[in-house]
């Protein structure tokens, strides 16, 4: 009895040993933990899946632009309200023009409501000259042609009917199209280049190839495209000035529940600086001087709120003409007012006596117009638009952006006179008055 007693307590022991040693050998194990996502087992040897994209551009390739550093950035340190550029010869050619015509004679022909085609088969009656259309055209043309050479027959039928041909020598072809590619030899001076793209896309051009290397600019349009471009031309080359602006955009927050206190601005500049108020149906404008510059701008901000610059650069337009300046293009990052646009219209000269700028400013969105202020200014103003909440461009019913946080504009004019090279002195500094007595000769 005792050693059966023995014999179960030496057992129980040995299993007791036992039992420890496995549950040690269990607490010493070390299990890799795993992470599901969307009944999908993920662990360090896991490839990453992701959902499948549309064939669209991504965004950083679509906002390259060789532009952008030369629209987006503006040396204040360094800014000539005035300056002079010698006067160079713009060039537009058409591209696709095809071969000569044949040396044929034409006379006693007339054409009355019919189309570019139809007129221009009964022209080539008798020859082996066959006419294409490339695409439909329903436009009507009359006229007489009393004598000339074919080249200026189907030129003028071509004017009237507002569509462009081309020639195929080999294949005995006249081409009818109604749009067409153009190159545009540009001058080297880079304001005026911007001048002629800014006015562009102020007409609502848009595909424009420019090459920068050898400052040509190749467009594809129609008649009226055509006629757009050739008068911007003729405008940049007869006239006197072109007109600039410099833009810093700010989102403005005030550091407290309160609103900016823009009344302020008369004390900590004087009146003297702040010379016209123009209100807008949204917004402020306000026409001050030389010293109220981005520079002291941003440091009375910051006394009353946090300055945050969302946007900068500049662009040009000829005078009498209209340009804009796209927020987004120039922005620091995607923000709400990426879709706003800062047009403009203006020109520099006689204003009741007086030298003046006289420009149009709009501010307008996707959604419309949102404000527009008449500025008439003198050489050297400036103008600041305030007041535009910055809850104009929230699309949400809730937002967590102050309802006193605001857009604040700033925009600085310059003047850019082209003239003959030879007319340029060199034989002193045209600056200060010097500068303004030169322009008013």
């Known amino acids: 009895m005792k050693k059966t007693i023995k014999y179960l307590l030496l057992t129980c022991a040995v299993l007791a040993v036992g039992a420890c040693t496995r549950t040690g050998q269990q607490n ?8 599901v996502i969307d009944n999908l087992v993920i662990d360090d040897n896991s490839v990453p899946i992701f959902p499948k994209k549309a064939a669209l551009t991504t965004d950083t390739a679509r906002r390259f632009s060789i532009e952008l550093p030369k629209r987006c950035t503006v040396d204040w ?12 010869k713009i060039e537009i050619v058409r591209l696709d023009s095809g071969d000569e015509l044949p040396a044929l004679n034409v006379s006693d022909y007339d054409f009355k409501q019919q189309t570019v085609r139809a007129a221009l088969d009964k022209l080539l009656e008798g020859t082996d000259i ?6 439909p055209m329903f436009e009507k043309i009359s006229g007489s042609i009393a004598s000339g050479n074919l080249t200026d027959a189907v030129n003028l039928m071509a004017k ?28 080297h001076d880079e304001s005026i280049i911007m001048a002629l793209l800014d006015a562009m896309h102020g007409a609502d051009m848009r595909n424009l190839l420019v090459d920068w290397q050898d400052k040509t600019l190749v467009f594809e349009g129609n008649y009226q495209t055509e006629r757009e471009v050739t008068k911007i031309i003729s405008d940049i080359s007869s006239k006197k000035y072109v007109l600039a602006w410099d833009m810093d955009v700010y989102r403005v927050y005030p550091k407290t529940d309160n609103p900016i206190i823009w009344m302020n601005l008369l004390p900590a500049f004087g009146e003297k ?32 709120s946090n300055v945050v610059l969302i946007s900068q650069g500049r662009f040009v337009v000829p005078n009498g003409w209209q340009s ?61 638009i305030i007041g535009i909440p910055t809850h104009s461009f929230v699309t949400t019913p809730e937002t967590l952006i102050s309802p006193f946080a605001e857009l604040v504009v700033f925009m600085s004019p310059r003047i850019i006179s082209i003239v003959d090279a030879a007319d340029i002195p060199t034989n002193k500094m045209l600056v200060g008055d010097a500068l303004r007595d030169f322009l008013n000769e």
């Open 130 to 135: 066959a006419v294409v259309e490339e695409e």
């Open 273 to 304: 600086n702040v010379k016209m108020s123009i209100p807008g149906v949204v917004g402020r404008a306000l026409v001050v001087g030389p010293e109220i510059n981005s520079k002291t701008l941003q440091e009375f901000l910051s006394q009353q």
């Open 28 to 35: 010493a194990i070390e299990y890799d933990t795993v992470q």
């Open 324 to 384: 804009r300046f796209d927020i987004g293009q120039c922005g620091k990052e995607e923000r709400l007012e990426t879709d706003l646009i800062v047009g403009a219209s203006a020109k520099y000269g006689d204003y009741a006596g007086r030298k003046k700028i006289d420009a149009k400013i709009v501010l307008r969105t996707s959604n419309g117009e949102l404000s527009s202020f008449n500025i008439p200014s003198s050489v050297g103003d400036n103008y600041v």
């Open 77 to 88: 340190d360094n800014q000539a309200v005035v300056s002079v550029v010698p006067e160079e």
């Open 160 to 187: 009237l009917g507002r569509v462009y041909y081309s020639y195929d020598a080999a294949a005995k072809e006249i081409h009818l199209f109604n749009r067409t590619k153009w190159l545009i030899k540009m001058p």
